[in-house]
């Protein structure tokens, strides 16, 4: 898990770097020292190539670039320091890129005695290579024709790695790994976008030593092949039901003001661990193992973990897990009214845009649970971090991040959402500013959601409420950007830097002002700063 104190104040202190080279393309980040969206022919084979540097507690010691240098036209060459408490690691980084291979080589050596779960290279492979078929190049010298698992696989779907073969819409290619043996696992288990090939030590996954000057190098080599490109197929916008929304219980009581705020954002139902219930709202009773006695306000049970024995106690039992999707999927229920889960969504990475793409893993846990047809599937509850001083949660960043997670889950078919706990969201009449993406919300049963990119850069919502369109927009990068949406203008909201203040502090009074948007022939005109939201009225 990450440290305390670990988050990124923002874009980092160089721009990444985009680098071409004949069918292959991808992205540098030299604040990081990582490798980001490996395409061939414009599609993505290769999600991130980075060291994974874990403490003896699985804490991620984040890295510092202690130099960076170009080499040639295409190559880097950089050196990176991971310090903390009784821990040292340092290493020397290559990035070269031919016209026929792309090599990442990290060489490094233990600064001191560690204790440690992992150090080395991690390549993640994009979820949506889910139902990919590969073949797989084996330490012995076998291969094995076999195919990323499309759901969630609860396990590693295959083991003992030297070579990988992939190949999608018309794009593929050959990684091949130098230095240990590599496994790989399903991180959509935990939300994340993808899965994790990662160097196996004999002790792993106990705690093994390093001692000081140890060597640990390790190399990928990304080699593009030529096959017949076919169109990759055009994703058309998803129409959808919007799910219903609750709200985690606070842990001190909240006043009749905040609560009132709380239903204007369109909560009547709070998911209530350890009695935090909210008076005059209804409840879904949070209970490890069997319930205690249940107020009238209690809708449904939620329990844990999944195949806890639990006596009849006249309401629907949904079985699930109050950590990560990982610990329901390991331990599938064989009857439920329905299943759940809670999300973290920096378990393995902390970084805005690692954090914004687990909304693709959501999606896939959620099709993964429907698919055992055991109910309706409830998604939370959702938390941008385990650490609630995540400064994040007060920014622009968790309102789009949050948006983009609800529509996410409703497209897959989630049937409800569990927001951040409720006096964290309102306290003292202040609200965050995602309060206002689900006060949006309110009234709309149906949502349209349209296609993004990879990395998502936006995400924009079109909802029918009231007999009038209502369309929610959110830009998901650091940077400000200039929309054409389709459409003759209408009336805008924005939430951005100048705004935010206002917004929270005020945010029935700042709901009434709007402003009418500019047009460009058919096309509404929107200007949004980093990370901004708005709402369109038409």
Same mark, same amino acid.
Request: net charge negative; hydrophobic share 40%.
């Given at each position: ?170 794009? *593929? ?61 055009? +994703? ?11 709200? +985690? ?47 009238? *306000? ?68 959620? &099709? ?19 650490? +609630? ?14 948006? &983009? ?39 709309? &049963? ?50 951005? +830097? ?41």
């Amino acid at each position: 898990m990450p440290r305390d104190g670990q988050f990124p104040a923002g874009p980092g202190t160089s721009q990444p770097i985009e680098v071409r080279a004949g069918k292959v393309s991808f992205i540098v980040e030299p604040d990081r020292g990582t490798l980001r969206y490996l395409r061939v022919n414009g599609v993505e084979l290769v999600r991130c190539v980075y060291a994974g540097v874990r403490d003896a507690d699985w804490g991620t010691v984040q890295p510092r670039i202690t130099s960076w240098r170009s080499v040639g036209d295409r190559g880097f060459e950089f050196e990176v320091r991971h310090e903390a408490p009784d821990f040292g690691f340092s290493w020397r980084g290559l990035v070269e890129c031919g016209h026929d291979r792309v090599r990442f080589v990290m060489d490094g050596v233990s600064e001191r005695n560690l204790t440690t779960r992992r150090v080395g290279l991690c390549v993640l492979l994009p979820g949506s290579l889910g139902g990919a078929a590969c073949e797989v190049g084996h330490p012995d010298g076998s291969t094995e024709r076999c195919a990323l698992p499309d759901l969630v696989s609860p396990d590693a779907p295959f083991a003992g790695i030297r070579s990988i073969d992939l190949a999608r819409e018309g794009a *593929s290619c050959r990684l091949e790994f130098k230095g240990e043996t590599f496994d790989i696992e399903d991180q959509r288990n935990w939300t994340d976008a993808s899965f994790k090939i990662y160097s196996r030590v004999p002790d792993w996954p106990n705690a093994y030593r390093l001692v000081q000057g140890q060597r640990v190098r390790h190399e990928v080599e990304i080699t593009p092949v030529e096959i017949s490109p076919t169109a990759p197929a055009s +994703e058309a916008p998803t129409e959808c039901r919007v799910p219903k929304i609750f709200v +985690e219980g606070p842990e001190s009581p909240m006043s009749e003001g905040d609560v009132e705020l709380l239903r204007r954002a369109g909560i009547g139902c709070v998911w209530a661990e350890h009695g935090r219930y909210i008076p005059g709202l209804r409840s879904i009773e949070v209970a490890e193992g069997a319930p205690r006695t249940l107020p009238p *306000s209690t809708e449904a049970v939620a329990i844990y973990p999944p195949t806890s024995s639990v006596s009849l106690c006249g309401k629907p039992i949904l079985r699930g897990a109050n950590s990560n999707f990982v610990d329901l999927n390991r331990n599938r229920p064989e009857r439920a009214d329905g299943v759940w889960f809670a999300v973290d969504s920096q378990v393995h990475a902390v970084d805005d845009l690692s954090i914004i793409e687990t909304v693709e893993g959501l999606e896939a846990c959620v &099709r993964t649970a429907r698919s055992w047809k055991l109910g309706p599937v409830f998604v939370g509850p959702v938390r941008l971090s385990s650490n +609630e001083s995540d400064p994040r949660l007060a920014a622009l960043m968790y309102a789009g991040w949050l948006l &983009r997670a609800i529509a996410g889950a409703a497209r897959a078919g989630a049937a409800g959402f569990t927001v951040f706990r409720a006096d964290g969201l309102v306290r003292a009449g202040t609200v965050l500013p995602a309060w206002h993406v689900l006060a949006d919300l309110v009234g709309a &049963r149906n949502m349209t959601i349209e296609p993004t990119d990879s990395p998502p850069k936006s995400v924009v919502v079109t909802l029918e409420a009231g007999g009038r369109q209502r369309r929610l927009v959110a830009n998901l990068t650091p940077e400000p950007v200039q929309m054409r949406l389709p459409g003759s203008g209408g009336l805008a909201r924005v939430l951005d +830097e100048m705004s935010i203040a206002e917004a929270c502090k005020h945010p029935l009074e700042w709901r009434e002002a709007t402003h009418p948007l500019a047009t460009d022939g058919p096309l509404a005109c929107l200007a949004l700063g980093p990370y901004a939201y708005a709402r369109i009225d038409t």
